[in-house]
Nanobody, 125 residues
Framework: QVQLVESGGGLVQAGGSLRLSCAAS????????RGWFRQAPGQEREFVAA????????SYADSAKGRFTISRDNAKNTVYLQMNSLKPEDTAVYYC??????????????????WGQGTQVTVSS
């Protein structure tokens, strides 16, 4: 079992930055790939970014490329999402997730095994 707790959300003006963190406890942190997803009101949960176990490979949604950076610190059992140049359309609840199987970094939320409770990100225009 893995417990995930997100933090770092908040209200920011367009063009600003936020850094989300997701701390894990339970089973060995490095056993899981990690992903960030987001869900805006009335919309489906969508992939934002993900990272492999060692942190050497990442994957980004087109909307996140060039603005967001995912990273992980296995010593601290934490994954991060640095978000720069934020836009109002980035407003959503952001969730971190853990994926325990192997292969390519998954983008489909239904493939992930564990989820955090989410943190709200609101970008004002």
């Amino acid at each position: 079992q893995v417990q995930l707790v997100e933090s770092g959300g908040g209200l920011v003006q367009a063009g600003g930055s936020l850094r989300l963190s997701c701390a894990a406890s339970g089973r060995t942190f490095i056993s899981y790939m990690r992903g960030w997803f987001r869900q805006a009101p009335g919309q489906e949960r969508e992939f934002v970014a993900a990272i492999n176990r060692s942190g050497t490979s990442t994957s980004y949604a087109d909307s996140a490329k060039g603005r967001f950076t995912i990273s992980r610190d296995n010593a601290k059992n934490t994954v991060y999402l640095q978000m720069n140049s934020l836009k109002p359309e980035d407003t959503a609840v952001y969730y971190c997730a853990a994926y325990g199987s192997y292969g390519n970094i998954p983008r489909m939320p239904e493939l992930y095994d564990y989820w955090g409770q989410g943190t709200q990100v609101t970008v004002s225009s």
